[in-house]
């Protein structure tokens, strides 16, 4: 599955609250976010831009991915289907 072309970064914050994470801090056109449920606190920045340039998502999905512990195939699908 292809990544989207055409997600913007609050969409993209709310889709991963799924997996525990909630914004930590704002500042200027980026979001922090933070997650722990893996036990150690796990932090993305993500860029309230619209769209996400695709080679910065697809760097924030394989971050994810490793520190989910989910193929990567998977994730995509799990948060764009």
Known sequence: MKLPRNIGGE??????????????????????????????EHHITIPAHNPIRVGTLNNIINDLSVYLEIAKHTLIKELFD
């Open 11 to 40: 969409k993209l914050v709310s889709l991963l609250t799924r997996y525990g994470y909630r914004e930590s801090h704002r500042t200027g056109s980026h979001i922090k976010i933070t997650s722990n449920i893996k036990g150690a």
